[in-house]
Protein backbone atom coordinates (compact mmCIF):
# COMPACT_ATOMS: atom_id res chain seq x y z
CA UNK A 1 0.00 0.00 0.00
CA UNK A 2 2.78 2.49 1.04
CA UNK A 3 4.88 1.87 -2.73
CA UNK A 4 1.00 2.44 -4.19
CA UNK A 5 0.97 5.89 -2.72
CA UNK A 6 4.68 6.93 -3.17
CA UNK A 7 4.57 6.03 -6.93
CA UNK A 8 1.06 7.51 -7.06
CA UNK A 9 2.49 10.48 -5.31
CA UNK A 10 5.64 10.35 -7.89
CA UNK A 11 3.88 10.34 -10.85
CA UNK A 12 1.00 13.11 -10.15
CA UNK A 13 4.05 15.60 -9.28
CA UNK A 14 6.01 14.28 -12.03
CA UNK A 15 2.99 14.89 -14.55
CA UNK A 16 2.42 18.38 -13.31
CA UNK A 17 6.07 19.25 -13.63
CA UNK A 18 5.75 17.78 -17.60
CA UNK A 19 2.53 19.92 -18.15
CA UNK A 20 3.56 23.20 -16.61
CA UNK A 21 7.03 22.83 -18.61
CA UNK A 22 5.16 22.01 -22.18
CA UNK A 23 2.56 25.05 -20.97
CA UNK A 24 5.47 27.77 -20.46
CA UNK A 25 7.53 26.29 -23.93
CA UNK A 26 3.58 25.97 -25.78
CA UNK A 27 2.52 29.79 -24.74
CA UNK A 28 5.76 30.91 -25.37
CA UNK A 29 7.22 29.05 -28.65
CA UNK A 30 4.07 27.20 -29.87
CA UNK A 31 6.10 24.01 -29.11
CA UNK A 32 6.55 21.05 -26.93
CA UNK A 33 10.00 19.65 -27.17
CA UNK A 34 10.70 16.48 -28.38
CA UNK A 35 13.22 15.53 -24.57
CA UNK A 36 10.33 16.58 -22.78
CA UNK A 37 7.93 14.15 -23.84
CA UNK A 38 10.50 11.23 -24.00
CA UNK A 39 12.43 11.88 -20.86
CA UNK A 40 9.01 12.14 -18.91
CA UNK A 41 7.70 8.67 -20.76
CA UNK A 42 10.93 6.97 -19.68
CA UNK A 43 10.44 7.87 -16.15
CA UNK A 44 6.51 7.21 -15.95
CA UNK A 45 7.67 3.67 -17.23
CA UNK A 46 10.48 3.04 -14.73
CA UNK A 47 7.86 4.23 -11.99
CA UNK A 48 5.15 1.59 -13.10
CA UNK A 49 7.23 -1.22 -13.82
CA UNK A 50 9.24 -0.58 -10.40
CA UNK A 51 5.71 -0.39 -8.51
CA UNK A 52 4.41 -3.18 -9.93
CA UNK A 53 7.00 -5.52 -8.84
CA UNK A 54 8.09 -4.16 -5.97
CA UNK A 55 3.97 -4.50 -4.70
CA UNK A 56 3.93 -7.45 -6.55
CA UNK A 57 1.25 -6.61 -8.59
CA UNK A 58 1.16 -7.21 -12.25
CA UNK A 59 -2.35 -5.27 -12.89
CA UNK A 60 -0.42 -2.12 -12.71
CA UNK A 61 1.77 -2.69 -15.50
CA UNK A 62 -1.22 -4.10 -17.64
CA UNK A 63 -3.66 -1.19 -16.48
CA UNK A 64 -0.33 1.17 -17.81
CA UNK A 65 0.13 -1.08 -20.76
CA UNK A 66 -3.42 -0.55 -21.54
CA UNK A 67 -4.18 2.19 -21.04
CA UNK A 68 -0.69 3.32 -23.37
CA UNK A 69 -2.23 1.55 -26.39
CA UNK A 70 -5.72 2.94 -26.65
CA UNK A 71 -4.42 6.68 -25.66
CA UNK A 72 -2.16 5.75 -28.64
CA UNK A 73 -4.81 5.04 -30.94
CA UNK A 74 -7.10 8.17 -29.89
CA UNK A 75 -3.98 9.94 -29.99
CA UNK A 76 -3.42 8.98 -33.71
CA UNK A 77 -6.68 9.69 -34.60
CA UNK A 78 -6.65 13.16 -33.44
CA UNK A 79 -3.07 13.67 -34.95
CA UNK A 80 -4.77 12.64 -38.44
CA UNK A 81 -7.58 14.72 -37.55
CA UNK A 82 -5.59 17.18 -37.58
CA UNK A 83 -6.37 18.41 -33.94
CA UNK A 84 -3.72 17.85 -32.29
CA UNK A 85 0.02 18.57 -32.95
CA UNK A 86 2.64 16.15 -32.40
CA UNK A 87 3.99 17.65 -29.51
CA UNK A 88 0.86 17.00 -27.59
CA UNK A 89 0.02 14.03 -28.55
CA UNK A 90 3.50 12.76 -27.37
CA UNK A 91 3.03 14.72 -24.07
CA UNK A 92 -0.58 12.32 -23.59
CA UNK A 93 1.41 9.05 -24.26
CA UNK A 94 3.08 10.08 -21.06
CA UNK A 95 0.01 10.79 -19.39
CA UNK A 96 -1.57 7.92 -20.40
CA UNK A 97 1.08 5.42 -18.00
CA UNK A 98 0.97 8.29 -15.32
CA UNK A 99 -2.42 8.39 -15.53
CA UNK A 100 -3.52 4.34 -15.87
CA UNK A 101 -5.41 4.20 -12.24
CA UNK A 102 -7.04 6.76 -10.10
CA UNK A 103 -4.34 8.27 -7.97
CA UNK A 104 -4.78 6.40 -4.89
CA UNK A 105 -5.01 9.69 -2.20
CA UNK A 106 -8.24 10.63 -4.11
CA UNK A 107 -10.39 7.38 -4.11
CA UNK A 108 -12.06 8.66 -0.82
CA UNK A 109 -12.67 11.68 -2.46
CA UNK A 110 -14.10 11.11 -5.44
CA UNK A 111 -16.28 8.38 -6.15
CA UNK A 112 -16.35 6.05 -9.01
CA UNK A 113 -19.49 7.88 -11.12
CA UNK A 114 -17.54 10.81 -10.48
CA UNK A 115 -14.83 9.69 -12.65
CA UNK A 116 -16.42 7.62 -15.18
CA UNK A 117 -16.17 4.05 -13.48
CA UNK A 118 -12.56 3.84 -15.54
CA UNK A 119 -9.28 5.13 -15.70
CA UNK A 120 -8.44 8.14 -14.44
CA UNK A 121 -6.62 9.30 -17.97
CA UNK A 122 -10.30 9.05 -19.71
CA UNK A 123 -12.00 11.69 -17.34
CA UNK A 124 -8.71 13.55 -17.66
CA UNK A 125 -8.97 13.53 -22.03
CA UNK A 126 -12.82 14.15 -22.11
CA UNK A 127 -12.19 17.30 -19.58
CA UNK A 128 -9.21 18.63 -21.75
CA UNK A 129 -11.48 17.92 -25.28
CA UNK A 130 -14.33 19.68 -23.22
CA UNK A 131 -12.01 22.38 -22.41
CA UNK A 132 -10.09 22.83 -25.36
CA UNK A 133 -13.41 23.29 -27.59
CA UNK A 134 -14.21 25.97 -25.40
CA UNK A 135 -11.24 27.38 -25.68
CA UNK A 136 -11.07 27.23 -29.45
CA UNK A 137 -14.74 28.42 -29.79
CA UNK A 138 -14.31 31.46 -27.62
CA UNK A 139 -11.17 32.35 -29.32
CA UNK A 140 -12.38 31.78 -32.50
CA UNK A 141 -15.42 34.08 -32.09
CA UNK A 142 -13.21 36.30 -30.62
CA UNK A 143 -10.98 36.79 -34.17
CA UNK A 144 -13.99 36.98 -36.05
CA UNK A 145 -15.49 39.81 -34.44
CA UNK A 146 -11.76 41.83 -34.29
CA UNK A 147 -11.94 40.96 -38.50
CA UNK A 148 -15.72 41.54 -38.86
CA UNK A 149 -15.05 43.47 -41.72
CA UNK A 150 -13.47 40.61 -43.44
CA UNK A 151 -16.54 38.01 -42.35
CA UNK A 152 -17.89 37.36 -45.83
CA UNK A 153 -14.18 36.10 -47.11
CA UNK A 154 -13.79 34.07 -43.45
CA UNK A 155 -17.25 32.55 -44.28
CA UNK A 156 -16.10 31.53 -47.68
CA UNK A 157 -13.13 29.86 -46.72
CA UNK A 158 -15.08 28.26 -43.63
CA UNK A 159 -17.23 26.85 -46.96
CA UNK A 160 -13.79 26.12 -48.96
CA UNK A 161 -11.74 24.46 -46.29
CA UNK A 162 -14.83 21.92 -45.71
CA UNK A 163 -15.19 21.06 -49.61
CA UNK A 164 -11.42 20.58 -49.99
CA UNK A 165 -11.90 18.01 -46.94
CA UNK A 166 -11.04 14.13 -47.29
CA UNK A 167 -13.72 12.00 -48.40
CA UNK A 168 -13.22 10.72 -44.84
CA UNK A 169 -13.99 13.91 -43.02
CA UNK A 170 -16.72 14.65 -45.43
CA UNK A 171 -18.49 11.19 -44.38
CA UNK A 172 -18.31 11.94 -40.65
CA UNK A 173 -19.27 15.70 -40.90
CA UNK A 174 -22.25 14.39 -43.05
CA UNK A 175 -22.56 11.16 -40.40
CA UNK A 176 -22.73 13.70 -37.69
CA UNK A 177 -25.43 16.13 -38.75
CA UNK A 178 -27.59 12.85 -39.49
CA UNK A 179 -27.04 11.46 -36.47
CA UNK A 180 -27.47 14.55 -34.57
CA UNK A 181 -30.73 15.49 -36.03
CA UNK A 182 -32.25 12.05 -35.99
CA UNK A 183 -31.38 12.28 -32.49
CA UNK A 184 -32.90 15.64 -31.60
CA UNK A 185 -35.72 14.57 -33.26
CA UNK A 186 -36.16 11.45 -30.97
CA UNK A 187 -35.58 14.16 -28.04
CA UNK A 188 -38.31 16.17 -27.66
CA UNK A 189 -39.11 15.36 -23.98
CA UNK A 190 -35.55 14.68 -23.43
CA UNK A 191 -33.24 16.60 -22.26
CA UNK A 192 -30.30 14.21 -22.05
CA UNK A 193 -30.84 13.24 -25.70
CA UNK A 194 -30.69 16.96 -26.74
CA UNK A 195 -26.90 17.93 -25.16
CA UNK A 196 -25.85 14.63 -27.12
CA UNK A 197 -27.82 15.75 -30.18
CA UNK A 198 -26.52 19.03 -30.30
CA UNK A 199 -22.85 18.26 -29.32
CA UNK A 200 -22.73 15.96 -32.43
CA UNK A 201 -24.13 17.87 -34.73
CA UNK A 202 -21.76 20.94 -33.87
CA UNK A 203 -18.58 19.32 -32.85
CA UNK A 204 -17.29 19.40 -36.99
CA UNK A 205 -18.61 22.82 -37.47
CA UNK A 206 -16.81 24.21 -34.39
CA UNK A 207 -13.62 22.18 -35.55
CA UNK A 208 -14.01 23.82 -39.04
CA UNK A 209 -14.39 27.31 -37.65
CA UNK A 210 -10.72 27.01 -35.54
CA UNK A 211 -9.22 25.52 -37.97
CA UNK A 212 -9.88 28.66 -40.07
CA UNK A 213 -9.13 30.84 -38.02
CA UNK A 214 -5.67 28.86 -37.19
CA UNK A 215 -5.15 29.14 -41.11
CA UNK A 216 -5.96 33.03 -42.36
CA UNK A 217 -4.95 34.93 -38.74
CA UNK A 218 -2.47 32.42 -36.81
CA UNK A 219 0.85 32.80 -38.94
CA UNK A 220 4.29 34.45 -38.73
CA UNK A 221 7.75 34.27 -40.61
CA UNK A 222 10.49 32.73 -39.44
CA UNK A 223 13.98 31.65 -40.18
CA UNK A 224 14.77 28.01 -41.31
CA UNK A 225 16.54 27.50 -37.74
CA UNK A 226 13.33 28.14 -35.80
CA UNK A 227 11.41 25.46 -37.64
CA UNK A 228 10.05 22.08 -35.80
CA UNK A 229 8.74 18.83 -36.84
CA UNK A 230 5.00 19.93 -37.79
CA UNK A 231 5.17 23.32 -39.02
CA UNK A 232 2.67 24.24 -41.43
CA UNK A 233 3.76 25.85 -44.46
CA UNK A 234 1.29 28.57 -45.77
CA UNK A 235 3.09 28.52 -49.12
CA UNK A 236 5.04 26.49 -51.60
CA UNK A 237 9.30 26.82 -50.85
CA UNK A 238 11.05 27.16 -53.96
CA UNK A 239 14.82 26.34 -53.50
CA UNK A 240 17.37 25.29 -56.90
CA UNK A 241 17.29 21.79 -57.17
CA UNK A 242 13.84 21.16 -54.77
CA UNK A 243 10.08 22.32 -53.86
CA UNK A 244 8.21 21.77 -50.70
CA UNK A 245 5.05 22.15 -50.71
CA UNK A 246 2.40 23.00 -48.03
CA UNK A 247 1.48 19.21 -46.52
CA UNK A 248 -1.45 18.60 -44.25
CA UNK A 249 0.38 17.56 -41.17
CA UNK A 250 3.16 19.80 -41.21
CA UNK A 251 7.04 19.92 -42.15
CA UNK A 252 9.12 16.58 -41.71
CA UNK A 253 12.63 16.61 -40.17
CA UNK A 254 13.98 15.47 -43.35
CA UNK A 255 12.52 18.65 -45.13
CA UNK A 256 13.65 20.80 -42.05
CA UNK A 257 16.98 20.15 -42.26
CA UNK A 258 17.41 20.12 -45.92
CA UNK A 259 15.79 24.00 -45.61
CA UNK A 260 18.18 24.91 -43.38
CA UNK A 261 20.98 23.74 -45.37
CA UNK A 262 19.58 25.04 -48.58
CA UNK A 263 17.33 28.53 -47.81
CA UNK A 264 18.28 31.53 -46.63
CA UNK A 265 15.43 33.62 -46.56
CA UNK A 266 11.79 33.80 -44.40
CA UNK A 267 9.17 30.72 -44.07
CA UNK A 268 5.69 31.66 -43.20
CA UNK A 269 4.07 28.71 -41.33
CA UNK A 270 0.89 28.81 -39.34
CA UNK A 271 0.64 27.55 -35.91
CA UNK A 272 -2.71 26.15 -33.66
CA UNK A 273 -3.97 27.27 -30.63
CA UNK A 274 -2.03 25.97 -27.80
CA UNK A 275 -3.61 23.20 -26.31
CA UNK A 276 -1.10 22.45 -23.47
CA UNK A 277 -2.70 25.22 -21.22
CA UNK A 278 -5.55 23.05 -21.60
CA UNK A 279 -3.68 19.95 -20.26
CA UNK A 280 -2.80 21.83 -17.06
CA UNK A 281 -6.47 23.21 -16.56
CA UNK A 282 -8.41 19.58 -17.08
CA UNK A 283 -5.77 17.63 -14.57
CA UNK A 284 -6.71 20.13 -11.83
CA UNK A 285 -9.83 19.66 -12.60
CA UNK A 286 -10.29 16.32 -13.04
CA UNK A 287 -8.55 15.73 -9.45
CA UNK A 288 -10.83 18.08 -7.47
CA UNK A 289 -14.03 17.83 -9.83
CA UNK A 290 -13.99 14.45 -11.51
CA UNK A 291 -15.55 13.99 -14.93
CA UNK A 292 -16.91 17.42 -15.61
CA UNK A 293 -18.57 16.20 -18.89
CA UNK A 294 -20.82 13.07 -17.32
CA UNK A 295 -21.74 16.02 -14.31
CA UNK A 296 -23.35 17.84 -16.89
CA UNK A 297 -24.72 15.06 -18.29
CA UNK A 298 -26.06 13.47 -15.13
CA UNK A 299 -27.51 16.90 -14.24
CA UNK A 300 -30.10 16.42 -16.77
CA UNK A 301 -30.93 12.32 -15.68
Known amino acids: MEILILSNVILLVSAF ?36 IMSNDLSILLNAALSFIIIFIIGIALYYGQALGGGDIKLLFGLSIAFSSMPYFFEQKISSIDIGNGPFIFSFILN ?36 HKS ?60 LCEGDWLIDRVVTKNRTIEPGVYGLTNSQIAYLRKNYRGKIKIRFGLPFVPCFLLSLILTLFLGNILLKIVLLFV
Open 17 to 52: IAIIIATITDLKKSEVPDYLNWIFLSFVIFVVIVSS
Open 128 to 163: ALLIGAIYGLLFSIYIILKNKKNFLKFKEKIIDNLM
Open 167 to 226: KFFKSLFLACIILGSIILLMSIFTPILIFLAITIFFAPIIFIVVKTVEQEFLTKKINPEE
